[in-house]
């Protein structure tokens, strides 16, 4: 067996041993090596570094760090190394090393997507072990980031928000609980006010960086060539665009997908989604995203993260999209799954709390900053009563405000009832916050009730805003229709006089999601008159592929 230096639940599953025929299928596509002892197959920071099986000696796992290593575990013969980075093609988290001579079977990570595509017994024993070691890695904050900051910084939330999202391991150091941080950073000439201080690999200090230095530094993107015309270009890596991205690969397309921030959209921020079809005990939003994922890498699409689509080129073919890094990537087929954002609260100092006492996602890290607190969710619709069922968990008491008169013209039966039920949710209809009080964090909240005029004000330090949607349209110009609300119209939605004028050049008529171009797409919540659900954005998702095929023939 591997010898893990830490729990393991499932050790079976994590660190499986090979059998020979098992063995013998792998060897077909790879190459068998002598190691040395000492000797390196992987550094940490590697890029598309191969996938190994040990047949003779030993293989140890370790993490640099501070110029000494932790030992994560050691692998021996029948067993295999490689997480979710390998399928992804992103940097090594770790280092690999022979512990004594002996002999590995080598794969590079083309023919290990190969033998994932080809041979289901394996792709399921890999794809499982590779997710439950990335797993364990987040529990025990063994990857290669550190990050140190404040609770009290809104930049600290955000940048540990995105590797949370992206479900990358890091360890996170509090200057206001960790006395020697203060004085690392005294070391490393770097002010408290120049917080959070992200070091990668040990080597790269990044001072308050941005989301797409970051993504830089840990390589996210390394591995993509903005240089290729794909076959299918997807904006947006929510369900939709997650489901487009997988059934699109799966089916031989060249797919690649752009995300601004991380993969799951909106409902990748919700602790727990249980209508959805196939889950009767519920799955996490970043549980589903991340599942997703690592479907659509594992069959060979490529996603880039902090690649925020600026402008759609459509009046040529191939389409071109421009990048906020001011790159252009070209496909031949568009699908623009760019999503919404919650509506933000018409409030003078706003923006003064964002990330410092107003949130727009109810996720684990969230509720540990309100914990024993009260809070107040707006919102009437699932992402809001969600939340509020969430945070009712760990805070003292949570306050729904809605601005109608009731819940159930927007939200799901089985959610009202379980915040009708709960005694540490209170529901105030009619109601709306009027304006919000601190000098560097949120400290007081003034809401007015509608019904009856009356004012109150609370010493309340957070709030979660999950109302309305506005549609990420911006980035697509004067190229697509809309409506009088900017989402995009598709199919029968489309009048003749908005074909007319966008010179729609086929005999058809535009195909079911199919927007005012030949060839260019919009599914999930982007899309005027869709249904607002998890479930109804995959369905299209998968459904658009079929109709990409279709133009792509054209």
């Known amino acids: 067996m ?3 230096q830490f729990r393991v639940e499932r050790p079976e599953a994590t660190f499986p041993r090979l059998s020979p025929d098992q063995i013998a299928r792998i060897a077909r596509l790879g190459t068998r090596r002598r190691v040395r002892r000492g ?11 191969s996938f190994y099986v040990v047949l003779s000696g030993s293989v140890e796992v370790v993490r640099p760090h501070k110029g000494k290593e932790d030992l994560i575990v050691v692998h021996r013969a029948g067993q295999f190394t490689g997480e979710v980075s390998l399928l992804a093609g992103r940097r090594s988290l770790a280092r690999g090393r022979a512990v004594e001579d002996g002999e590995v079977l080598e794969l590079p990570i083309e023919a290990l997507r190969t033998l994932i ?15 439950l070691r990335r797993m364990i890695l987040i529990r025990e904050g063994l990857g290669d980031v550190v990050v140190i900051g404040s609770r009290y910084s809104p930049s600290t939330l955000t940048v540990r928000e995105f590797l949370t999202r992206n479900v990358h391991p890091y360890k996170y150091i509090d200057v206001e609980q960790d006395a020697d941080a203060g004085k690392f950073l005294e070391r490393l000439g770097i002010g408290v006010d120049e917080i959070p201080v992200v070091i990668c690999r040990s080597e790269v200090v990044l001072r308050n960086p941005t989301l797409e230095k970051l993504a830089e530094c840990l390589g996210y993107n390394a591995s993509i060539d903005v240089g290729v015309v794909r076959d299918l270009l997807v904006v947006g890596a929510g369900p939709a665009g997650l489901a487009a991205a997988v059934y699109g690969a799966s089916e031989g397309l060249d797919v690649l997908v752009l995300e601004t921030h991380a993969p799951g959209g909106q409902a990748g921020s919700s602790s727990k989604i249980e209508n959805y079809l196939g889950f009767p005990t519920g799955i996490s939003g970043g549980a589903l995203a991340g599942r997703a994922l690592t479907q659509a890498e594992k069959f060979g699409a490529s ?10 080129l459509c009046e040529k073919r191939p389409f071109a999209v421009q990048l906020s890094s001011g790159d252009v990537v070209r496909a031949r087929a568009v699908i ?55 945070l009712a968990g760990t805070a003292s008491h949570v306050h729904m405000l809605v601005r109608s008169d009731g819940l159930a013209a927007s939200m799901s039966r089985y959610l009202i009832r379980r915040i009708e039920e709960n005694p540490r949710i209170t529901i105030r209809t009619l109601t709306e916050i009027e304006a919000l009080e601190g000098e560097t964090h949120l400290e007081r909240v003034r809401w007015r009730s509608s019904s009856t005029g009356k004012v109150e004000t609370r010493p309340i330090r957070h709030v979660f805003s999950m109302t309305g949607a506005l549609p990420n349209t911006v980035w697509v110009g004067g190229c697509l229709a809309l409506d009088d609300r900017a989402f995009v119209k598709a199919g029968p939605d489309i009048t003749a006089e908005e074909l007319a004028a966008a010179n729609w050049p086929r005999d058809r008529a535009p195909y079911l999601l199919e927007t005012s171009v030949p060839g260019i797409f919009v599914v999930g919540d982007v899309r005027s008159g869709s249904v607002k659900r998890v479930a109804s954005a995959v369905g299209e998702g ?12 054209e």
């Open 542 to 553: 998968s459904i658009c592929v079929q109709l990409v095929h279709k133009t792509l023939v």
């Open 39 to 49: 000797q390196i197959l992987f550094e940490q920071g590697t890029e598309n570094m």
């Open 117 to 131: 595509q080809t041979d289901p017994e394996l792709s399921e024993l890999l794809i499982r072990a590779f997710i």
């Open 336 to 390: 623009v799954a760019s999503g919404a954002q919650y509506r933000k609260l018409p409030l003078e100092r706003l923006a003064d709390f964002e990330g410092a006492g107003v949130y727009y996602a109810a996720s684990t890290m969230e509720a540990q900053v309100c914990k024993d607190e009260e809070v107040i969710v707006v919102g009437g619709g699932n992402s809001a009563g969600q939340a509020a069922i969430f």
């Open 303 to 312: 996603v880039a993260i902090t690649c925020s689509a600026v402008k759609l």
């Open 2 to 4: 591997s010898t893990p």
